[in-house]
């Protein structure tokens, strides 16, 4: 069975920092991402990494404050968040997909974790 399992999420202030992990179960995956939705709004791109780690996009809103990366051996994606600010707050889920190639679209994504919520407060 596969699953996505998700920790790391919790309450930091503004400029803290927070490592989101999840750990995929079951199979590899070609590329892993992380999404995010915060009430009322549409699920949105944060980041993605493909298998080898040699392809990484990120959302605007992350440049330069968050880090995905991956562990093979352990079939782990990770996200660092630094310099939180409070519109980062939201649900943070974690998104696999199976078929090769590298994409920013959640429709692309076979499998999804079930979310770990991220609170900033200002």
């Known amino acids: 069975q596969v699953q996505l399992v998700e920790s790391g999420g919790g309450l930091v202030q503004a400029g803290g920092s927070l490592r989101l992990s999840c750990a995929a179960v079951?199979?590899?995956?070609?590329?892993l991402g992380w999404f995010r939705q915060a009430p009322g709004k549409e699920r949105e791109f944060v980041a993605v990494i493909s298998w080898s780690g040699g392809s990484l996009s990120y959302a605007d809103s992350a440049k330069g404050r968050f880090t995905i990366s991956r562990d093979n051996a352990k079939n782990l994606v990770n996200l660092q968040m630094n310099s939180l600010k409070p519109e980062d707050t939201a649900v943070y889920y974690c998104a696999a997909r199976k078929r090769v190639g590298f994409t920013s679209g959640s429709s692309e994504y076979d499998y999804w974790g079930q979310g770990t919520q991220v609170t900033v407060s200002s």
């Open positions: 079951g199979r590899t995956f070609s590329s």
